[in-house]
């Protein structure tokens, strides 16, 4: 029996071979020593030279070999994102990998060695040059040692089960250049398609799980051995456990693979659930090229459903198959397409996350149009009547991108991975371009972006291709003018904002002028409403700065723009007119206790109770405070928080104003004018009046938003004001009391990089007054060594460049043990005493 089945073997593997000509081709044989966390691999690759040029060297990805220093560029991502999980690991807790032998297919040693910057890349020169359509074969021999998974989520566990991907040495693309790119645990390894052939020796006692074709399992004594095949794969992934959790679910599309689960639900309903699946990506991608996808807790924690999903099970406001359904379906959609859509994850990710995140949310919209935002909480009383209970649950697409765009820290669809913030990376870029194709499906209409993409799957399907193509194969498609969304949309960082800035009635007709605030040519949708009912929707195109429309006339009719929030606009906020309206009727006040996302139907007050402990001398404060800002960032932002001292028996509080102007493409990302007001006890007795209008002006790498080193320049003008009684008594220096109120000019520059490994931060700072100018000097440095040794320095240095103070006095002096705080910029608990705990503050 044993020898039929080897017969079958080689027989597949001769007609596997020559199906394989013509195209890159891998065998590859393991053997797995998990007490030493090892896997010793020999390895042949067979690489095709698809272009038109003659190749002199071949580049190959060892990703393994990205854990094997601390200044590897994984190393040196893991800094940046401000974690020391890899800095402080032990050097047996990194992988590496050790080759022994790299020859071609005479058997003669090639030359190779990783490049200095990326030792995760092999660089080999070859010694006959490898014609246009032509193959080399190169034989390897060499080990890995394996990482533990709490680096990246891939390697060997504590308990010596492997979850692996991108394991082994791939060839890298060609397509012109090479696109050789390190692990920067973005999950974005660029390989081109290949015909696996691998065999894989592993321990007795764990099962193995691949999404590959097995064509054999043999068992001896101390070890299992597994055939694998896979046609046309740029994924091997595979997980070895002792105790498989992993179920297999077989469907009339594809098969899935999968260990993700959720409690109080039944195998039949996790069946139908997976079988709803699969035909909704058939129906909508196409057919699945391969037998079986593998789905895995790792890759959901590595693309998860963000926001109140992410809450714990016994508070989670979803169903328990809600969650399930979405857990299992966005994995699904990602790891479908990152198997079949061969475009470069690295540089032109923006389509294949847009696809992703588009139809995730074309699934809600067609199974659950219903489901809120925040799920069952919307139901319960108190927590309905906010405006977070009036959102869907594809509302949460926009707000998350919203929140990088308010705050001036959006990029373009077509910055390099590496690049992004990681909330960017993680959420922002991918909801961007979700909404981006949904945005682009409701102005073509027709059903054209989905059979658009339906089709560009087909026509690219296991090939090297790019958005180009979509972009060329979606403006045959429809006859409207669509530029404006590749490159004012997902190639820049431009804003979208319009205005309708004024209506008026004509004898047959109503005139509507909208602005477009921001520099772009997008259109935008303007929407007739009779109360809560929609009479009409036409959508305007090319307002350059501003354009007037006719529109059939309605007295009682109101008009907005983007009504169905389908554009992610900066601001809806004066999106709505009609005829009669005015300030107060146009947008009337709206009061809510607590703060809640904004509603731009209203102009929003948010009231909140304070009880408050700021000094001894005020006591317990008792009061409110009246805000209006919400979850996502507003430019203009007040606050007022009136407030009773129990202990001074007086009334005491603050209030703040401050408008932000942000600044795109530019190292002057953003300026902020404030003013804050005050007023509260300083002694027994004595109040404080604290006037201080302020401008500051922030700036950042505007060529790398990844880069930490921040500079600010703040000017501020403080107003000191002292009521001070007849019976009060300073314990610190009761000469304060003769010195007379002042005014400050401050100016500060601050500058810093504040890695956790490397930290540097500096500040100069100015102050002028009647009767005193000082000027002072203060430098931080913090490094933590290879041997995870942390030296810190710090100087300081001040004078006084003129004074005119009394000289028994030091209230305006340096004081660096104890600053006097006569700016009172901080919030002593005590600043009068000499004595007691309340001094050592």
């Known amino acids: 029996m044993k020898t039929l089945k080897s017969f079958f073997f080689i027989l597949f593997n001769l007609c596997f071979s020559v199906i394989s000509l013509g195209q890159n081709a891998i065998d590859l044989n393991a053997d797995i020593d998990i007490e030493n966390k090892t896997i010793h691999i020999q390895q042949k690759i067979i690489f095709h030279n698809p272009s038109n040029d003659t190749l002199k060297v071949i580049y190959l990805n060892d990703w393994n070999n990205a854990y094997s220093t601390k200044k590897t560029p994984l190393a040196k991502r893991f800094e940046e994102e401000f974690s020391l999980k890899f800095h402080l690991a032990k050097s047996e807790q990194r992988g590496y990998t050790t ?8 058997g003669n040693t090639l030359p190779f060695g990783t490049l200095k910057e990326q030792p995760d890349i092999i660089k080999v020169e070859l010694d006959t040059p490898l014609l246009p359509n032509q193959n080399f074969e190169l034989n390897l021999e060499y080990n890995l040692v394996l990482p533990d998974n709490s680096f990246t989520g891939y390697g060997i566990t504590d308990n010596k089960e492997l979850n692996l991907k991108y394991w082994y040495i791939t060839p890298a693309v060609y397509d012109g250049d090479w696109q050789i790119y390190s692990n920067k645990n973005l999950d974005d390894l660029y390989t081109p398609k290949a015909d696996l052939n691998l065999e894989i020796k592993f321990p007795l006692g764990y099962t193995f799980i691949s999404e590959l074709n097995t064509i054999d399992i043999q068992q001896t004594k101390n070890e299992q051995t597994i055939k694998l095949q896979g046609k ?19 469907t009339d599309d594809f098969n899935i693979v999968s260990d993700i689960s959720s409690k109080n639900i039944t195998v039949e309903e996790k069946a139908l659930i997976t079988d709803k699946i699969t035909r909704y990506i058939t129906d909508n991608l196409g ?72 139809f995730l949310m074309k699934y809600i919209e067609d199974y659950y149009p219903d489901t809120k935002m925040i799920g069952t909480l919307a139901n319960i009383w108190g927590i309905r009547s906010f405006h977070a209970a009036d959102l869907t649950y594809n509302d949460q697409f926009v707000l998350f991108y919203m929140q990088m765009a308010r705050t001036n820290r959006d990029q373009a669809l077509t910055t390099s991975k590496d690049s992004l913030l990681k909330f960017n990376a993680n959420i922002a870029s991918k909801y961007k371009a979700g909404v981006g194709l949904r945005y682009l499906d409701d102005f073509v209409n027709s059903n054209i972006i989905e059979s658009t993409i339906k089709q560009y799957l087909s026509n690219e399907k296991l090939k090297i291709t790019s958005s180009n193509e979509f972009e060329s194969l979606l403006k045959k498609n429809t006859t409207k003018d669509i530029d404006w969304f590749f490159t004012d949309y997902v190639n820049s960082r431009k804003k979208i904002d319009f205005k309708i800035k004024n209506v008026e009635s004509t004898e047959d007709s109503i005139r509507l002028t ?32 501003s354009k007037t429309i006719s529109i059939p006339k309605n007295e009682n009719a109101k008009f907005a723009l983007n009504y169905d929030n389908t554009i992610p606009e900066f601001n809806l906020r004066d ?7 005015n300030f107060l009727n146009n947008k009337p006040l709206q009061f809510r206790l607590i703060q809640d996302i904004e509603d731009p139907y209203y102009n929003q007050v948010f009231m909140m109770p304070l009880i408050e ?149 500096w500040f100069y700072d100015v ?70 705990i309340f001094s050592q503050q």
């Open 514 to 545: 909208i602005i477009n605030k921001r520099d772009n040519h997008v259109p935008v949708s303007l929407f007739t409403l009779d109360k809560d009912s929609v009479l009409g929707k036409m959508w305007i195109e090319n307002i350059n700065e």
């Open 575 to 581: 999106n709505y007119k009609s005829l009669n309206s």
């Open 287 to 358: 057919d699945y090229p391969h037998e079986r996808l593998l789905i895995t807790k790792s890759d959901y924690k590595k693309d998860p459903l963000y926001g109140l999903n992410q809450l714990p099970d016994f508070i989670r406001p979803f169903p328990d198959s809600f969650q399930y359904e979405l857990k299992l379906l966005k994995t699904a959609l990602k790891n479908y397409l990152d198997n079949t859509l061969l475009i470069n994850p690295r540089k032109d990710y923006w389509l294949k996350e847009g696809i992703q995140i588009y």
């Open 613 to 761: 402990f700021n000094n001894i001398y005020d006591g317990l404060t008792l009061g409110g405070k009246f805000y209006n800002k919400t979850l996502l960032r507003k430019r203009l932002n007040y606050r007022i928080s009136p407030q009773y001292g129990t202990n001074s028996k007086s009334l005491t509080g603050s209030t703040a104003i401050n408008y932000t102007h942000n600044i795109e493409d530019r190292d002057l990302y953003a300026i902020t004018y404030g003013m804050k007001a005050s007023y509260s006890s300083f002694a027994e007795d004595a109040f404080v009046t604290r006037i201080s209008p302020s401008l500051l002006l922030s700036f950042r790498n505007n060529d790398d938003f990844r880069s930490d080193n921040f500079k600010e320049l703040n000017f501020r003008f403080l107003s000191i004001r002292r009521d001070v009684g007849d019976d009060t008594i300073f314990e610190v220096d009761n000469n304060i009391i003769d010195v007379p109120d002042y005014n400050v000019f401050n100016v500060r520059y601050v500058e810093g990089i504040p890695g956790i490994i490397n930290f540097k931060r």
């Open 767 to 836: 102050q002028f007054a009647e009767r005193f100018g000082k000027l002072s000097v203060n430098y931080e440095y913090r490094k933590l060594s290879e041997r995870n040794r942390q030296f810190n320095i710090r100087f300081f240095a001040g004078t006084f460049l003129y004074n005119k103070t009394e000289t028994d006095s030091d209230y305006f002096s340096f004081a660096l043990d104890r600053p006097t705080d006569y700016l009172f910029d901080y919030n002593y608990l005590g600043r009068s005493e000499s004595s007691g």
């Open 99 to 106: 080759i022994t032998n790299l020859k071609n297919k005479l």
């Open 232 to 250: 046309d794969r740029v994924n091997s992934t595979f997980v070895l456990v002792r105790f498989s959790e992993f179920k297999f679910v077989q």
